[in-house]
């Protein structure tokens, strides 16, 4: 069983920066992929970020791009999202993800059906 609670949400202004951290449960976080996904009022559930467990890869939605960066840090089993240049479209709730199955140290997973544990999630708000 793998345990995520992600914190750092919070209400900014346009422009403005936030960083998203989830600390996970398990001895095992080096070998887990990780992501972040956002999830709007009345909208689907999509994919944010992805990094690798070896953390030497990462992918972005093409809608973050250039603004937010996924990173981890394995010894204290934490995967931050530092979110820069923030918009109003970025306002939703962002839930942590592990992927545990090994797909290679350089593997992202980007789609939902892919990870198997999942957090609380934790609010973004961004006021124009």
């Known amino acids: 069983q793998v345990q995520l609670v992600e914190s750092g949400g919070g209400l900014v202004q346009a422009g403005g920066s936030l960083r998203l951290s989830c600390a996970a449960s398990g001895r095992t976080f080096r070998t887990y992929a990780m992501g972040w996904f956002r999830q709007a009022p009345g909208k689907e559930r999509e994919f944010v970020a992805a990094i690798s467990w070896s953390g030497a890869s990462t992918y972005y939605a093409d809608s973050v791009k250039g603004r937010f960066t996924i990173s981890r840090d394995n010894a204290k089993n934490t995967v931050d999202l530092q979110m820069n240049s923030l918009k109003p479209e970025d306002t939703a709730a962002y839930y942590c993800?592990?992927?545990?199955?090994?797909?290679?140290?350089?593997?992202?997973?980007?789609?939902?059906?892919?990870?198997?544990?999942w957090g609380q999630g934790t609010q973004v708000t961004v006021s124009s």
């Open positions: 993800a592990a992927d545990i199955s090994d797909r290679g140290s350089l593997y992202t997973p980007r789609f939902r059906h892919e990870y198997d544990y």
